[in-house]
């Protein structure tokens, strides 16, 4: 019987280690395995090196961490079924969710944005990564591992846009043209390159690969797909005409006091009400130039020309506006702030100034949302709007002030 | 003649479960050579089916382990649970079974003498 010596077992055990078998409780009971092998089978004073190897070469087939992963497989099986059975149920339950929600936002009934929202969730947390676990166990190749991996994440991505897209949320166009991007150079050639080697599925990875570039197309189409030219153009004109009603009112008002400066005894007070509004209307009007300026990148403007805003496709962009006005650290975060309180002092100047004024003051009321739930002032008018419409509620907003302005003066004519 | 893995590898468990009833603690290479003992030699297992299918065990709380140092080794040794005693006779008795259902299935007579 051979004794075995313990810079012998040293040896033993690193060897398993680096065949790669990285479980202690594997590598103890190979180790002892191979050492009673040896003990019992080797003479006395036998060359150890060689009949180790010859030893533990009757171990496996190709390699020693075939043992491993033949464990893993097992301690894992147990919970296939059940895993399985997740799979197959959270996928079924992200799919209804979805449909139903999208139904529901269809309709405009309450409840969409919930039923979306976790539709997506089980989609994106559950169904996804529990496919690709089980997919990955079907193949040993490592370019079909990555070929899945990497569609796995492309469908990741594919749900959080969808939700991105139908909750508005900002920054949903960069990553849109982000997954576009992916899908369309890295998972479609990979896709393809790693199934045409394959004989047998030579035909269905050129179909599956055509209908996938059909459906990067159909996606990239629909990008750019905007509300009826018509629709778009004439609201461009209402925009540009209420932005003139603004500037004919400004004039009007400007006459008004200029025709009334020597009957009036009110001198002093109607001096301080031109100088509030003119001030808040400019503070108004900086606040909608930043925004052309920003977008555009061209500080110099000093005009904003509604049709070039339509032609550069800014118009309809409402990531941008959001971002500015709502972010922490947004440029237009606290103008937004400061105008709301500047609002809220004009109309307690106006109110106790000019008790008759017969224009209404600036309405600051929070309003109900299309799904019945209170939003605030800035929230209602700015917030996920796209920009055309936050540049008319703000012209909105000068055009009121004038309006309450001239009622005002009105007052101070009597 | 030796046996094909395949039919082994259905089997397995069963093995193990009643060697460790039989003989309350082993160790993997005991279980080895017992079997090749009991079934003169045509029953071969092999460590790389053997391991795995101990810690499926093992995981299972079919059997338990307590190790111990020989020299500068750690020896596993095996032994049934109390559940892993159940289940012994419930896979024997299936394997039973199974064994009739087969020899009814392929028509086997009994060996005459």
């Not at chain 1, 020693?64 to 919970?79: A, D, P, Q, R, S």
């Not at chain 2, 020299?71 to 649970?81: A, H, T």
Request: proline letters at 2%; glycine letters at 4%.
């Amino acid at each position: 019987m051979y004794r075995i010596s313990d810079q012998q077992i040293d040896y033993i055990l690193s060897d398993i280690g680096a065949r790669g078998v990285e479980m202690e409780s594997l590598q103890q009971n190979l180790l002892d395995h191979v050492c009673c092998i040896i003990e019992n089978n080797l003479e006395e004073n036998g060359d150890f090196e060689n009949f180790y190897k010859k030893t533990i070469q009757t171990f496996y087939k190709d390699e020693l961490w075939e043992i491993e992963e033949e464990t893993l497989l097992l301690l894992t099986y147990k919970n296939y079924y059940t895993m399985k059975k997740i799979m197959i149920n959270s996928g079924i339950a992200a799919a209804t969710f979805f449909i139903i929600g999208s139904f529901f936002k269809f309709m405009h009934w309450p409840g969409a944005s919930m039923l979306i929202i976790l539709g997506m969730a089980i989609g994106v947390l559950v169904y996804l990564p529990l496919l690709f676990l089980f997919k990955k166990n079907e193949t040993t190749e490592s370019r079909a591992k990555l070929v899945l991996a990497i569609g796995t994440i492309n469908g990741i991505l594919f749900c959080l846009n969808a939700l991105f897209k139908v909750m508005h949320w900002p920054g949903a166009n960069t990553m849109w043209f982000m997954t576009l991007g992916i899908f369309a150079l890295v998972f479609i050639p990979l896709y393809f390159f790693n199934g045409i080697r394959d004989q047998a599925n030579k035909i269905n990875t050129i179909t599956t690969t055509l209908i996938l570039i059909i459906l990067a197309g159909v996606f990239f189409l629909q990008t750019s797909l905007r509300p009826s030219f018509t629709v778009q153009k004439k609201t461009i004109q209402s925009d540009q005409h209420m932005e003139d009603s603004y500037h004919y009112a400004t004039e009007q008002n400007k006459i008004t006091y200029n025709s009334s400066v020597d009957s009036s005894n009110h001198k002093t007070s109607q001096e301080k009400l031109k100088l509030t509004c003119n001030a808040l209307c400019e503070k108004i009007e900086k606040i909608k130039l930043n925004f052309i300026q920003q977008m555009e990148g061209d500080s110099s403007i000093r005009e904003i020309n509604y049709q070039d805003l339509e032609n550069s496709g800014l118009s309809t962009n409402y990531d941008f506006p959001t971002r500015m006005l709502f972010t922490e650290n947004g440029d237009a975060k606290d103008n937004l702030k400061n105008l709301k309180e500047d609002l809220i002092n004009f109309n307690s100047y106006i109110s106790s100034a000019y008790e008759q004024n017969s224009a209404k003051l600036i309405n600051l009321s929070s309003q109900k949302d299309e799904m019945g739930i209170d939003g605030s002032w800035e929230k209602t008018k700015f917030y996920n709007n796209p920009l055309l419409c936050v540049l008319r509620n703000l012209t909105q907003l000068q055009l009121d002030i004038r309006f309450i302005e001239s009622s005002c003066i009105k007052h101070h004519c009597n | 003649m030796i046996y094909s893995s395949e039919l082994i590898k259905g089997t397995l468990k069963t093995i193990v479960l009643k060697l460790l009833a039989d003989n309350k603690k082993m160790y993997g290479y005991e279980i080895t050579q017992r079997v090749k003992e009991l079934t003169l030699d045509k029953i071969q297992i092999t460590e790389g089916a053997l391991y795995p299918t101990l810690h499926a065990l093992e995981s299972d709380g079919l059997v338990t382990t307590e190790t111990e140092f020989i020299g500068k080794r750690v020896r596993k040794y095996y032994s049934l649970s109390p559940s892993g005693k159940n289940k012994t006779k419930e896979k024997v008795s299936e394997l039973a079974d199974f064994m009739d259902t087969m020899k009814f299935l392929l028509d086997i007579k009994p060996k005459t003498a």
